[in-house]
């Protein structure tokens, strides 16, 4: 298992001791999931984190209609996981997609808490990710989806070509929280 992306992205937050590294290695396996592959399905308890080396992951719930509605997209680099339901050790609400082949380092929930109460850096590694990614890279998210409209938060989506060039119509819509044909016209207003 090739293990240095992970690493860097862990150490990132907060650097680990040989010993901690050695530890949470131990716990990981490295895993493919084909496109369209669920790696989590809604109503599931959540049993791994994940970690994305490569392809794309959509995080989504199903509405009263039938239709898929995106929460957030994961790139590279990415760690995953059902935090919510794993926090209130709960059933998932969302489901976690594969929408590209993609290859992932996971590790079982329960072995990782475990460790989190044994090493202290990792620990603060857990605790640093969540601040920066549910709290502070999440207030702006949660603040434009009450405060701006459709076609302002189709065009921060934009600012991300990497992510959009990705994603297909539908997939958008849906993130935008519009139907396909509100998003054509936002995006034949652009390109005026």
């Not at 392809?55 to 919510?84: H, P, R």
């Not at 929408?99 to 929930?109: F, G, M, R, T, W």
């Amino acid at each position: 298992m090739n293990s240095i992306k992970f690493l860097e992205q862990v150490n990132q937050y907060h650097p680990l001791s040989r010993e901690s590294t050695t530890a949470l290695l131990n716990i990981c396996t490295e895993e493919k999931y084909h496109k369209n592959d669920l790696l989590l399905e809604s109503g599931n308890m959540a049993r791994y984190y994940y970690f994305i080396k490569s392809g794309l992951v959509g995080y989504y719930t199903i509405d009263e209609e039938g239709s898929s509605i995106y929460k957030i997209f994961f790139e590279e680099n990415s760690f995953v996981a059902s935090t919510a339901a794993i926090i209130k050790n709960e059933p998932s609400d969302f489901n976690i997609i594969a929408l590209e082949d993609c290859s992932v380092i996971q590790y079982p929930v329960k072995a990782y808490r475990e460790l989190l109460e044994k090493h202290h850096d990792l620990a603060l590694f857990h605790i640093h990710y969540l601040e920066k990614n549910w709290v502070v890279k999440k207030e702006p998210l949660e603040v434009s989806l009450k405060f701006e409209n459709a076609k302002q938060r189709y065009l921060l989506l934009l600012e991300n070509q990497s992510l959009y060039k990705r994603l297909k119509q539908h997939q958008i819509a849906s993130y935008l929280g519009i139907t396909p044909t509100q998003l054509s016209r936002i995006k034949k207003e652009i390109n005026r």
